[in-house]
């Protein structure tokens, strides 16, 4: 029997099931509920976040035989055809690979035929900006003009290539990458349903590597899973994505904070021993600089972060002062880029993190301001003067 990776296994089949895309939805349903539904759909955003989902899930609520419903039942004829893709009235087109003016020719000539079973002929164009500029010309009319019984669903990661003429024949929505605590939620249901024991700071390192693409982040866990087994621990999920232990991470951060150079050389030596990407250390250590940031601006640490994250971010943030994360952060950031193009990167994240631990200030302004205030007080105090604590010269008289 052939495994069904999890990107596939758990791809929504209703609306309601969408992870962080509420707006979209909303905004579909209301139409099959209101029978306002356009002729042309453009669905644009990052990739792996549900768009030719939306598109499939669209295509099965205008079909289904109790249909037009936000509810598809999911188990009628339609409905099965079109989740397995062999659907006759709903196309799914690649338009990386058909993106050719005959392509479209073919579409329009076949677009002027009544559906042979379901109540509307769909097109659903994936990547439809890959499609040619005489291609576009040629889907112009029957875009703007289709017969009744046609709608036309276009899915795009690169909205800006789409010809202005062809944008403003689609009613379009715009797909956002999904929030961090939305996808450490689902991944949490999916290890259940799944029996796997994996802690909720690897996840939320599966949620942060995904970057904001639910695929990605169902991929990554597949590949961790394939790695690691059923009861993977957070090293080995590191090691299994190519990422940086947070325990180490936080000691760096640490120790630039308290700015003990011999532990950042000693961290520095050992990750570069055990041939970690430096530049991957780097943006790790940015990042948790940020969040170090977000703890002391805000009280609280990132909700992104799983507990024992929150709890070393939290307590670290106490000791440190704004203004030297600020500094910290900045050098270190602007670092990352320098490393990548370095000749010898351990040498330059090593004199960046040293960079980084002497330029930041030592003290906020605040404070300084109050050092000096309380410094003049103590002078005026005492009698002496600008002129080294000689006193004053007497008056000159005539």
Same mark, same amino acid.
């Given at each position: 029997?052939?495994?069904?990776?999890?990107?596939?296994?758990?791809?929504?089949?209703?609306?309601?099931?969408?992870?962080?895309?509420?707006?979209?939805?909303?905004?579909?349903?209301?139409?099959?509920?209101?029978?306002?539904?356009?002729?042309?759909?453009?669905?644009?955003?990052?990739?792996?976040?549900?768009?030719?989902?939306?598109?499939?899930?669209?295509?099965?609520?205008?079909?289904?035989?109790?249909?037009?419903?936000?509810?598809?039942?999911?188990?009628?004829?339609?409905?099965?055809?079109?989740?397995?893709?062999?659907?006759?009235?709903?196309?799914?087109?690649?338009?990386?690979?058909?993106?050719?003016?005959e392509n479209v020719r073919e579409i329009r000539e076949n677009a002027k035929y009544q559906p042979?079973?379901?109540?509307?002929?769909?097109?659903?164009?994936?990547?439809?900006?890959?499609?040619?500029?005489?291609?576009?010309?040629?889907?112009?009319?029957?875009?703007?003009?289709?017969?009744?019984?046609?709608?036309?669903?276009?899915?795009?990661?690169?909205?800006?290539?789409?010809?202005?003429?062809?944008?403003? !024949?689609?009613?379009?929505?715009?797909?956002? /990458?999904?929030?961090? +605590? *939305?996808? =450490?939620? @689902? $991944?949490?249901?999916?290890?259940?349903?799944?029996?796997?024991?994996?802690?909720?700071?690897?996840?939320?390192?599966?949620?942060?590597?995904?970057?904001?693409?639910?695929?990605?982040?169902?991929?990554?866990?597949?590949?961790?899973?394939?790695?690691?087994?059923?009861?993977?621990?957070?090293?080995?999920?590191?090691?299994?994505?190519?990422?940086?232990?947070?325990?180490?991470?936080?000691?760096?951060?640490?120790?630039?904070?308290?700015?003990?150079?011999?532990?950042?050389?000693?961290?520095?030596?050992?990750?570069?021993?055990?041939?970690?990407?430096?530049?991957?250390?780097?943006?790790?250590?940015?990042?948790?600089?940020?969040?170090?940031?977000?703890?002391?601006?805000?009280?609280?640490?990132?909700?992104?972060?799983?507990?024992?994250? !929150?709890?070393?971010?939290?307590?670290?943030? /106490?000791?440190?002062? +704004? *203004?030297? =994360?600020? @500094? $910290?952060?900045?050098?270190?950031?602007?670092?990352?880029?320098?490393?990548?193009?370095?000749?010898?990167?351990?040498?330059?994240?090593?004199?960046?993190?040293?960079?980084?631990?002497?330029?930041?200030?030592?003290?906020?302004?605040?404070?300084?301001?109050?050092?000096?205030?309380?410094?003049?007080?103590?002078?005026?105090?005492?009698?002496?003067?600008?002129?080294?604590?000689?006193?004053?010269?007497?008056?000159?008289?005539?």
């Amino acid at each position: 029997m052939s495994y069904t990776v999890l990107a596939r296994k758990y791809r929504p089949q209703a609306f309601e099931a969408m992870t962080g895309q509420e707006h979209v939805v909303r905004t579909v349903e209301n139409a099959i509920k209101l029978d306002r539904v356009a002729h042309a759909y453009l669905f644009a955003g990052p990739r792996g976040v549900g768009k030719t989902t939306a598109a499939r899930l669209l295509a099965r609520a205008l079909n289904c035989e109790g249909g037009p419903t936000s509810t598809p039942c999911g188990t009628c004829r339609a409905c099965t055809e079109i989740r397995d893709g062999i659907s006759t009235d709903v196309q799914e087109i690649d338009g990386a690979s058909n993106n050719g003016v005959e392509n479209v020719r073919e579409i329009r000539e076949n677009a002027k035929y009544q559906p042979q079973r379901d109540r509307f002929k769909i097109y659903i164009i994936d990547e439809v900006h890959m499609l040619s500029g005489p291609a576009f010309n040629a889907l112009l009319k029957t875009l703007e003009e289709p017969p009744g019984h046609v709608k036309f669903i276009f899915a795009t990661t690169e909205a800006h290539k789409l010809p202005d003429t062809i944008l403003s !024949r689609c009613q379009r929505h715009n797909f956002r /990458r999904i929030s961090q +605590a *939305a996808m =450490l939620k @689902r $991944l949490k249901e999916i290890s259940a349903l799944e029996k796997v024991t994996i802690s909720e700071s690897a996840l939320s390192l599966i949620v942060r590597q995904s970057e904001g693409g639910m695929r990605d982040a169902l991929s990554l866990l597949d590949q961790v899973l394939s790695a690691c087994g059923n009861e993977p621990k957070d090293a080995d999920v590191a090691e299994a994505l190519g990422t940086i232990d947070r325990t180490l991470v936080n000691s760096l951060a640490r120790a630039l904070v308290t700015r003990d150079a011999a532990t950042v050389l000693k961290h520095t030596e050992e990750v570069w021993n055990r041939g970690v990407d430096l530049r991957r250390l780097a943006e790790e250590l940015a990042w948790w600089l940020r969040h170090l940031f977000v703890a002391k601006a805000t009280g609280a640490a990132p909700e992104e972060l799983a507990d024992t994250d !929150r709890e070393a971010v939290t307590s670290l943030a /106490r000791d440190a002062d +704004a *203004a030297q =994360l600020a @500094r $910290l952060f900045d050098v270190v950031h602007s670092g990352v880029w320098e490393i990548a193009r370095a000749a010898q990167p351990k040498l330059a994240l090593e004199m960046i993190l040293l960079k980084a631990l002497h330029l930041a200030p030592a003290a906020s302004i605040p404070e300084l301001i109050s050092r000096v205030e309380r410094l003049a007080s103590g002078q005026s105090a005492s009698g002496t003067g600008a002129s080294g604590g000689r006193p004053p010269s007497a008056p000159f008289r005539a």
